[in-house]
């Protein structure tokens, strides 16, 4: 602190200014200011800080062997491009000065739990008059972690949460984080974690003292067992070599079936099997413009496909073929699936607040309205509006995409009851941290200082 930088013209602000890789970052900014020089009677030294063209600070004095720290207790507004200017004011005699200048990527400099209003953004601590603050809660998810799991975490002998998701973390799953007897919540989904789940990490999920999440990561046997899937892949490689030359024998009959015929119309049209999303259809039909006609399961629209006219027929959710969910429990062949269906349906309803079937637009059905909602992206607009946005986006978007699942149109791909509930406890659980998280911190964009006295 005992040098400073000026600008080469003195009439001119300091310029600093960084650009972003990604749009999304979050930076937190910490100016140190200190005079280096006994000012004369006739000398003044005053400066303003603009921040991304708002005026965030100022006007102030630095003083003589002290140092100001301006910093913000909340992140910069998200830009491509950010600019600060640290400009004199206008009866100002001298050029504008900074002494040092840090970047955060997050708010994490000091003491991560004291004082306890500006504890670290991604963790939660205990407070006891009596023993020292420790982290409890640690949130890494979506913080562009790659490598493996460090092993400073086992320091953390009083962590309860830990949330590394979706990030690219590599390995294994370490055993230290079994050894965190306090630990209640480890999310890990989302990487390219390989390997077996320690066997302690095991025994407390299956006796529900952890809540363990290791979906959508490169080859990571989870609850189950690694030998279980081995043995698998033996029967599943005959199946499809069986497969195979069973097709291979009707495809040289067929072959030859055909060399005999002479069919004298080559022109004939092909049929083409092939799915459509809901989102197609409104394409295709241009919103459903033009009915050609109306049977008695569905209307049947005009349309075009690759500009080849089409009729695209839209079953009813009310007849045998658009639903048939409701032949099944009709015939009482009622399967852990179809439970498990109805259930994403009353999720979905509880969720967004609307009807199962809007019959003012079409009949859509709540889970293909919610479907085109989620490509949008536009998750304030899905949630109950009785609401008024007051809820956790984050754990909103989790409970919405379980309630998607359990409505797959083939059953296979439907989950487990057993999953589901692991699932909604975790969006319970997001929510309940976040909820303390609030309760103990108090964010704000203002621009605050320190003073802090130093030797020369």
């Known amino acids: 602190m005992s040098t400073a930088s000026t600008p080469i013209n003195v009439s001119a602000p300091l310029e600093l200014s960084w650009d972003t890789e990604n749009a999304t970052s979050e930076y937190y900014i910490y100016m140190h200011f200190s005079e280096v020089v006994k000012l004369k009677a006739n000398q ?26 301006v910093f913000s207790k909340s992140n910069l507004e998200i830009a491509h491009k950010h600019d600060i200017l640290i400009s004199k004011i206008e009866n100002s005699t001298l ?32 407070y006891d008059s009596i023993k020292p603050s420790r982290v409890t809660t640690l949130n890494l998810s979506s913080s562009g972690l790659v490598g493996v799991i460090s092993t400073n975490i086992s320091n953390l002998v009083m962590l309860q949460y830990l949330d590394l998701s979706n990030n690219s973390l590599t390995g294994s799953v370490p055993d230290f984080l079994s050894q965190l007897q306090f630990l209640r919540v480890l999310n890990l989904e989302k990487n390219q974690l390989t390997g077996t789940v320690p066997t302690g990490l095991i025994e407390k999920s299956k006796n529900n003292s952890l809540l363990l999440s290791v979906d959508a990561n490169l080859n990571v046997c989870g609850l189950g067992s690694c030998k279980n899937k081995n043995n698998v892949v033996l029967p599943i490689v005959a199946s499809v070599v069986g497969l195979l030359i069973l097709s291979l024998i009707v495809a040289a009959v067929l072959w030859g079936h055909r060399r005999k015929q002479k069919d004298e119309n080559k022109e004939s049209l092909e049929s083409i099997q092939r799915q459509f999303t809901f989102a197609d259809l409104i394409r295709i039909t241009n919103n459903f413009e033009r009915i050609l006609g109306k049977g008695g399961f569905g209307n049947v629209y005009h349309g075009y496909i690759n500009d080849t006219q089409v009729a695209v027929k839209v079953l009813s959710l009310s007849s045998a073929q658009g639903y048939q969910q409701f032949q099944a429990e009709a015939s009482k062949y009622l399967t852990e699936k179809s439970d498990v269906y109805s259930f994403g349906i009353v999720l979905s309803k ?13 009949n859509t059905h709540i889970s293909q309205w919610v479907r085109i909602m989620l490509d949008k992206g536009d998750i304030q607009n899905i949630v109950d509006p009785r609401l008024h946005g007051d809820f956790n986006a984050n754990s909103a978007w989790k409970a919405i995409e379980i309630a998607m699942v359990c409505v797959f149109s083939t059953s296979t791909k439907r989950p487990p009851m057993s999953e589901v509930v692991v699932k909604l406890k975790e969006c319970l659980s997001l929510t309940s941290e976040l909820a303390e998280r609030e309760d103990e911190s108090n964010y704000s964009v203002e621009m605050v200082t320190s003073v802090l006295t130093i030797k020369m």
């Open 44 to 69: 003044s030294r005053s400066l303003n800080i603009t921040i991304n063209g708002k005026q965030e600070y100022g006007p102030f004095t630095p003083k003589y062997s002290h140092t100001l720290t």
């Open 95 to 126: 050029p504008p000065i900074i002494n040092a200048f840090e970047i955060y990527s997050r708010n994490w400099e000091g003491d991560p739990c004291l004082p306890r209003a500006y504890s670290w953004a991604g963790l939660n601590c205990s």
């Open 350 to 362: 509880i969720i967004t607040g609307r009807p199962v079937i809007e019959r003012s637009h079409e």
